[in-house]
């Protein structure tokens, strides 16, 4: 079955104490990208990728870091997580020709809920 | 980022009533999409409007691309209540290269 797999699904964790989010996709897709979504803020990236080895920043990268070395997995690091990134975390990925021009189709995971104490 | 302003937050409505929304933004996108996001899941992918004035149909969902390509709407007629989510718009800007920008989301509530 085709999909995005992101785990934790649910994490309290505490400020400071670094903490990876993976995801994985099993679709071939090159661009992925990491989503915080907040009540009344909607989806705001955070980091994306459109292929292995390269990444870049999204609307709201600060106190995140990602890497991509290899196709299928994304994770999102959080080095010390502060209270305020606190948040419902998506991954999704895409085909690059999706976004160019195509369908515009992102499948996501079905997210991660962190609280940072 | 770019921002997409979306409109009403959200709507409590009755079973069978028809339901209007819609996306506006600052500067011309080429792709207006159209999300949506069931209680407990990731957003998927409703409908894709690619053209100015666009008016594209998925069932009992309509939507359309505004003239200006700085607005979008999204219709649902005779709501049920598997239509219960947050509804988003999302597109990317015109020089946003690969980034997909997404709307504050439309949440919708249905009194069976």
């Known amino acids: 079955e085709a999909q995005v797999t992101q785990n934790p699904r649910y994490l309290i964790t505490v400020t400071g104490k670094k903490l990876t989010v993976t995801c994985s996709q099993n679709?071939?897709?090159?661009?992925m990208s990491w989503y915080r979504q907040d009540p009344g803020l909607g989806l705001r990236q955070i980091y994306y990728?459109?292929?292995?080895?390269?990444?870049d920043k999204g609307d709201v990268p600060e106190g995140y870091k990602v890497s991509r070395k290899e196709k299928r997995n994304f994770p999102l690091i959080l080095e010390s997580p502060s209270p305020n990134q606190t948040s419902l975390y998506f991954c999704?990925?895409?085909?690059?020709?999706?976004?160019?021009?195509?369908?515009?189709?992102?499948?996501f995971g079905e997210g991660s809920r962190l609280t940072v104490l | 980022g770019q921002q997409l302003n979306q409109s009403p937050q959200s709507m409590f409505i009755q079973e069978g009533e028809d339901v209007s929304m819609n996306c506006t933004s600052s500067?011309?996108?080429?792709?207006w999409l159209w999300y949506k996001q069931d209680p407990g899941e990731g957003p998927v992918l409703l409908i894709a409007?690619?053209?100015?004035?666009e008016l594209t149909s998925n069932g009992r969902l309509t939507a359309q691309f505004g003239i200006t390509r700085k607005d979008s709407f999204l219709n649902i007629s005779a709501s049920i209540p598997s239509d219960v989510g947050i509804y988003f718009c999302?597109?990317?800007?015109?020089?946003?290269?690969?980034?997909?920008?997404f709307g504050g989301g439309t949440r919708l509530m249905v009194k069976p």
């Open positions: 999302a597109g990317p800007p015109n020089n946003a290269g690969n980034m997909l920008t």
């Open positions: 500067s011309i996108f080429n792709t």
């Open positions: 409007l690619y053209k100015a004035g």
């Open positions: 990728s459109m292929n292995v080895e390269v990444t």
């Open positions: 999704a990925s895409s085909f690059l020709s999706a976004l160019a021009g195509g369908t515009g189709e992102l499948f």
């Open positions: 679709m071939n897709h090159e661009y």
